[in-house]
């Protein structure tokens, strides 16, 4: 039962990210081999790119990205290469064209805006001062509050 | 027979917040003092009767009553007791149980505790508390019961998830809860202060306690998970950007703000209706997490319970509960008069930025975590949005907070010189900059982004140490000594907290910069030569588990010549879930992990990975620091001393006018 149990494991047990079979000789084409790949994502995956993933599908990719390295091609001829097959799904870094605007000037947007009416809003509250907003002396009954205070 | 008393008690709790809704909030609007008080006993009363039913559960669990289709569904005879009782929560049913048994004990704290509240607001705060409750108490018993029977109960259950089944993640779930739920706290009290009309530094000082408490507990809940992640998952990773990750990191980031900003209020009287606004987002955020995990709409690693139906509920309570809070803050936020006024170099606009950044990088997080979801609905195009995103638009703002935050946590409050303040603080920006040359210099050919946030984790640590030193004033380092144990423990918190962020900082710099990877297949017997450090694989065989089958391999590793451990990393493999699982095995230290993951066999032996990993375990070793931080100003006897001398104060006449 329990070789049983052992031989089911084996069987079950996913591919496991990267294996040494997979690695290029070269470690610089190896390197920007798992660069490409962790900005892939995998098909099959829920939410991890292929050089995390255990997938067989993953594993095909990741040999289809060290193929085309191999081939001579760049960086980002590899990535386009990739997303003409599979779609820009599997960038995980979406690109910046189109709508895809409004995700990466978002942040950016929102800290000038944010900026610019808190500068605003210090300015205007600051300037309250000259129309009987606090002042720097105490108030007769902050005096009086002040000497109780004390006397406790 | 448990089990329905169980079923019954949940029932009951539900009425009686039914009860706590209406009746003290009716109370408080009419001034009915003994209508305002009920809101006390039923309190404690849901809180009570929604423990025995959770009791209930956990019974039902441990003695493995499979006639439950809960316990059928995520348990099993041979899990170990630990795994039975957390299996209570790793369901949607039961999670949802712990849920409202943590928003019911809040509710009960705020009335045992809420002692020195003027009756009003304390019976507004537990009414409105009380309405989140009705909301999930329905969600619960309508969509989501854990105590449904099965008509043929089996033999044995279907085991929980084996990911599931680990210390660290045993006790992430009930610590999120607290901090999600807690700030449940914070909403109640904005709504209850929208609806009084008033916020005063009172108010602040109230409220500020609650958040603290959701904010530390959200700080060791999210550590926790991340820890889990990094031995669990197999490669180290410790943050993915996943949906259910991001689901805690925003209240988290909006409690933080929250928590700084209700400073400004206790102390200036000042950013009310901001702080107010906050208050009712931080909430805000916790359902949209809620709605992430449980609803599926988002893919993501761990989401469970995916079930557009109870989605859809969960987006109804978000709509209700944001959309009546908004409305009223719409109406009445206008009656929040400033009193404290200051300049724009001031403690005061130092946290005004605080806000800003965080609460854009939190909106940051949330785009980048909905977006796939807007671009398939709105254009038609099916996205991904993952880590090299969030990496890139992320940072920038936890760059910014780190350059700021020493130079305005020394700040003066009103109006302040900024080169008075920068002139104690240079010391530590030589050390910080010098750190990170030295950085720099060993990780020469890398990205400069490591280096530089290496130097400003130190320049965070080295502000926080300065901040302190200067509360102490001058003279004999005898007096400063006596002074700086006096000072108050909210001032200890703010140095501890803000110097845990610095390290939490610098553990991750240091692991994304400097971690180096090895990847082979190594023959049994076959040593090999990784850095300072030579590794052979001396052995693997077979272990069984209680509930699992393990392969096990033992890895002898020396460090520079001189044996260090024998690691055991392992391949698991469940057969009643019939999933596989690997356990890394790490030799953890202060400087370094060495982490060890055993792959399957190949070419005569096993595929092996070897990851130094430096200052890895500073990343959490941060986060503990922080909640430390945040216990210790919690402990600060002016929220138990001076809330109670504002009662005393509030009787006599002549205290000005707000």
Redesign the interface.
Known sequence: M?RL??V???L??????????E?LDDPVLEARAREIS??L?CLV?????ID?SNAELARDLRLLVRERLVEGGTNVETVDYIVARD????????NAQ???LL??L??PA??LL??GL??G???K??R??DVG??TDTL?K??E??LREIMRD | MITELGHFTLILAFAVSVFQMVVPLVGAHKGWPEWMAAAGPAATAQFLLTAVSFTALTIAFVTSDFSLSLVTNNSHTLKPMLYKISGVWGNHEGSLLLWVLILTLFGASAAWFGGNLPPRLRARVLGVQSAIGVAFFAFILFTSNPFLRLENPPMNGGDLNPLLQDPGLAFHPPFLYLGYVGLSMSFSFAVAALLEGRVDAAWGRWVRPWTLAAWLFLTVGIGLGSWWAYYELGWGGFWFWDPVENASFMPWLISAALLHCAIVVEKRETLKSWTILLAILAFGFSLIGTFIVRSGVITSVHAFANDPERGIFVLLILGVFMGGAFLLFALRAGAMEAKGIFGLVSRESALVVNNLFLVVSCFVVFIGTIWPLLAEMFLDRTLSVGPPFFNAAFTPFIFVLAVILPIGAMLPWKRAKIARVLKPLLPGAVLAVAAALLAYAIASGQSALGPVFIGLAVWLVAGAVVDLASRTGRGAIGDRLGRLVRLPRADWGKTIGHAGFGLTLFGIAAVTTYQTEDIRVARIGESFTFGAYEITLTDVRQVDGPNYVSLMGSVEVLENGTPLATLHPERRFYPVAGMPTTEAAINGGVTRDVYVVLGEPQRGGFALRTYIKPFANWIWGGAIIMALGGLMSLSDRRYRVAAGARRRRAEPVGVPAE
Do not use: H, T
């Open positions: 329990k149990l052992l089911l494991m084996l079950a047990s996913p591919l496991w990210a990267v294996q040494p079979d690695m962790a900005g994502r995956c829920r939410n991890e790119s995390e779609g820009e799904y599997v960038l995980l870094r979406p189109g709508a895809n995700l990466w978002a942040g929102l800290v944010g900026l808190s500068v809003f210090i300015r509250q600051a309250r001062r907003g606090e108030s009954a902050e009086a509050r």
